[in-house]
């Protein structure tokens, strides 16, 4: 039996992670082969999950490291001569 | 991010344990944006978060006699950062965490995508430009808690299943369904945006269309 568009939505982030077993991972590949909007949905879905994993969308603020280690080298410090 | 290596922690760990505790300025270091983000997620505000990110590591440093290698070291880290999350948002009288602890509805749920019958791919080039870094942003920072906390670790830290589960205390089949849903929501949000950002297609004779 031939899987529907929705059941494809389903196990879309699965899919994308490795996470579905062989035979449905065979069902949605035939499924894909003929679909365009569920190819999209995966594709698009994919290059979501690949932009936003870019260090360049969520950066440190400017300082960020230099002030943790600042603090961790005053602490210490202070508990060694404590 | 790679993964922090095991070994070198637990080596640098007995090494500060005995004395040497300028190590642990190099055993915390491969932690810090993961600790930052997670507080980040928590308490939505950057000198907050930077403020607990630094609570953490001094907490972390105070209790490294604790650790007891049956996790991960980071994963370990993660839930002192966690646990100093949700106390300021205890202190500060927040209805938020009720909504953090909160067991939710698990089950898939029914979802419709943005449908599109083409998808040109939108390349790590494209980031250059600060408007897709912002669009980004301003659509993981909209999704509800209980998603930008597994979007932040799964996606954007990049740890497994598992590690994700453990930090945030919840089961491995909740960071599955949530970072499911986490990712229907950004896609339906975010494909519509985004087509604008792909390299354009050149045409028959050459030109942009």
Redesign the interface.
């Known amino acids: 039996m031939r899987i529907d568009c ?1 059941h494809v ?2 196990h ?3 899919y ?1 992670d490795g ?1 579905v077993d062989e035979a449905l991972r065979g069902e949605i590949d035939r499924h894909l082969e003929t679909c ?2 569920c ?3 995966l ?3 994919r ?8 260090d ?3 950066e ?2 400017a300082g ?2 230099e ?3 600042a ?2 080298d005053r ?2 410090e202070r ?2 001569s404590g | 991010m790679k993964p922090p290596n095991a070994e070198f922690e637990v080596e640098c760990i007995r090494r500060i344990l005995a004395g040497e ?2 190590l ?2 190099d055993l ?2 491969p932690c ?2 993961s600790v ?2 997670l507080l980040y997620s928590l308490l939505r505000n ?1 000198a907050e978060a ?1 403020d607990a ?2 609570d953490t ?2 907490k972390v ?2 209790n490294l006699r604790n650790f007891r290698g049956d996790s991960q070291f980071r994963t370990w880290v993660l839930s002192i950062a966690r646990n100093e999350g949700l106390g300021r948002l205890r202190k500060a009288g927040s209805r938020r965490e009720d909504s953090l602890d909160a067991e939710m509805d698990d089950s ?1 749920g ?10 040109r ?2 390349p ?1 080039e ?2 250059e430009r600060k408007e ?2 912002a669009i ?2 301003k659509a ?1 920072e909209g999704l509800p808690e209980i998603y930008r906390n597994v ?2 670790l799964r ?2 830290e ?1 740890m497994d299943v598992r590690e994700t589960a453990t930090a945030l205390g919840i089961t491995e089949g909740a960071v ?1 369904v949530r ?2 849903r986490a ?2 929501v ?2 339906k949000e ?2 519509p945006k ?1 087509g604008g950002f792909a390299p354009k297609r050149k045409g028959l004779f050459g030109w942009a269309r």
């Open positions: 929705k939505w389903e879309i982030s699965a994308i996470e365009e909007i190819s999209a949905v594709d698009s879905t290059n979501v999950v690949v932009l936003v994993a870019d360049r969308v969520f440190l603020p960020f490291s002030r943790l280690h603090r961790l602490e210490m508990a060694g | 505790r300028h642990f300025h915390i270091r810090e944006r930052y983000f950057e930077e990110a630094q590591a001094i440093y105070q898939t029914d979802y419709t995508p943005a449908i599109l019958t083409s998808w791919e939108v790590f494209a980031l897709l870094g980004l942003r993981i979007v932040l996606d954007i990049e599955k970072l499911h990712r229907a950004l896609q975010l494909a985004l």
